[in-house]
């Protein structure tokens, strides 16, 4: 059974930064593509970026492009959004997510999802 749990969400001055991890069992996710999506209260699920399996970063959201970068760390089946100088509008719940081989910025095809971080970025 697959399971991915993310941490390190919290509350955050705007110009902040957190990093938000992503542990998975029963799957390795480096054989996988991983994505964040986020989702603001009101506002559909959106695609930020997603990491291929070679570990080139791929953004979907123009506007956390040179903020948010993500990482593996295979050897704890884990990986990591680093957010940068961050803005009351990236106030949102935080998913990671997995099961394709490739990257995509639709979450209808992705399988495998975390249970969410909130993200509060706040004076």
């Known amino acids: 059974q697959v399971h991915l749990v993310e941490s390190g969400g919290g509350l955050v001055q705007p110009g902040g930064s957190l990093r938000l991890s992503c542990a998975a069992s029963g799957l390795s996710l480096d054989d996988y593509a991983v994505a964040w999506f986020r989702q603001a209260p009101g506002k559909e699920r959106e695609g930020l970026l997603c990491?291929?399996?070679?570990?080139?970063?791929?953004y979907y959201e123009g506007s956390v492009k040179g903020r948010f970068t993500i990482s593996r760390d295979n050897a704890k089946n884990t990986v990591h959004l680093q957010m940068n100088s961050l803005k009351p509008e990236d106030t949102a719940v935080y998913y990671c997510?997995?099961?394709?081989?490739?990257?995509?910025?639709?979450?209808?095809?992705?399988?495998?999802w975390g249970q969410g971080a909130q993200v509060t970025v706040s004076s």
């Open positions: 997510t997995t099961g394709r081989e490739t990257c995509a910025n639709n979450w209808k095809f992705y399988t495998y």
């Open positions: 990491i291929t399996r070679s570990g080139t970063n791929l």
